[in-house]
C-alpha cells in the first residue's frame, strides 16, 4: 500500500539555525500538506500546495517558514530561524485532489534547543 | 467555541464493550468529516469517513448530524488493540482543503 514517507525521523537544531523536513507524498497525489502537534497539543494546519504554489495557510505559517517541491518527488518544509516553540512533530500528507482524505507520514520530531 | 470539541476521556473500558465517543463542531458550513486514530507519538491513521447517511466499517459506525453539527463514533466489541486516541476531524468550506482537528478522545481497553 502506498504510504507517506519523511525525513528524518527526529531532527536536533540550535535555536536560530534553519531546519529542511522532508517529504515523498504518495506517488499519484496532487495535494500536499504540512500540519504540526506540539507535545500534549491537537494537531494543526500549517499549509496546503497544490500545483507548485500555496493555496492555503493558516496564521501560525509566517515569514520563517517555506515550502517547496524541488524536484518530482520530494516536497519540504523550511524553518529559517527556529525557535524554542517551533518544537514539534511535524506531518506531511497528501490527497488525490478527488477525495477529502488526506493520509499522513509518520512525522518528523523537531526539537529546538 | 472550539472548532472541534471532543470529550478528552480517557474511557477506560473491558475488553468486548460497546463504547461511543461523540464530538461537536462549529463551522455550519464544513463539508466533510473523518474519525482519524492516533497512537502515543505516532501519525494520525485515517480511520473511517462520515457520510450524512452513517457509515459502517466493520465493527465500527460513524454518524453525523448536520443540524446538531454533532458526529460519533461506536466501537463494538472493543479489543485490546483498539487502545488509541480518536481524532474527530472536519474539513471547512468548499475550495478550503484544510483539516481542523479536535484534541481527541483517549480510549483504554482493558483486558
Known amino acids: 500500500e502506498p504510504e507517506v514517507t519523511q525525513t528524518p525521523s527526529h531532527q536536533v537544531t540550535q535555536m536560530g539555525q534553519e531546519v529542511i523536513l522532508r517529504c515523498v507524498p504518495i506517488?499519484?497525489?496532487?495535494?500536499f500538506y504540512w500540519y504540526r502537534q506540539i507535545l500534549g497539543q491537537k494537531v494543526e494546519f500549517l499549509v496546503s500546495?497544490?500545483?507548485?504554489?500555496?493555496?492555503?495557510k493558516s496564521e501560525i505559517f509566517d515569514d520563517q517558514f517555506s515550502v517547496e517541491r524541488p524536484d518530482g518527488s520530494n516536497f519540504t518544509l523550511k524553518i529559517r530561524s527556529t525557535k524554542l516553540e517551533d518544537s514539534a512533530m511535524y506531518f506531511c500528507?497528501?490527497?488525490?485532489?478527488?477525495?477529502?482524505?488526506?493520509?499522513f507520514g509518520p512525522g518528523t520530531r523537531l526539537t529546538v534547543t | 467555541r472550539k472548532e472541534v470539541e471532543q470529550d478528552p476521556g480517557p474511557f477506560n473500558v473491558p475488553e468486548g464493550a460497546t463504547v461511543a465517543f461523540n464530538c461537536t463542531y462549529s463551522?455550519?458550513?464544513?463539508?466533510?468529516f473523518f474519525w482519524y486514530r492516533q497512537d502515543c507519538r505516532k501519525e494520525p491513521k485515517l480511520l473511517m469517513s462520515?457520510?450524512?447517511s452513517g457509515n459502517e466499517d466493520g465493527r465500527f459506525t460513524a454518524q453525523l448530524n448536520r443540524a446538531s453539527q454533532y458526529i460519533s463514533l461506536l466501537i463494538r466489541d472493543s479489543k485490546l488493540s483498539d487502545s488509541a486516541t480518536y481524532l474527530c476531524?472536519?474539513?471547512?468550506?468548499?475550495?478550503?482543503?484544510?483539516?481542523?482537528f479536535g484534541s481527541g478522545t483517549r480510549l483504554q481497553v482493558q483486558p
Open positions: 500528507a497528501s490527497s488525490d485532489g478527488v477525495a477529502d482524505e488526506q493520509y
Open positions: 506517488s499519484n497525489h496532487l495535494y
Open positions: 500546495f497544490y500545483n507548485n504554489e500555496i493555496s492555503e
Open positions: 463551522n455550519s458550513a464544513s463539508q466533510s
Open positions: 462520515v457520510y450524512s
Open positions: 476531524v472536519v474539513k471547512g468550506d468548499t475550495g478550503r482543503r484544510a483539516l481542523t
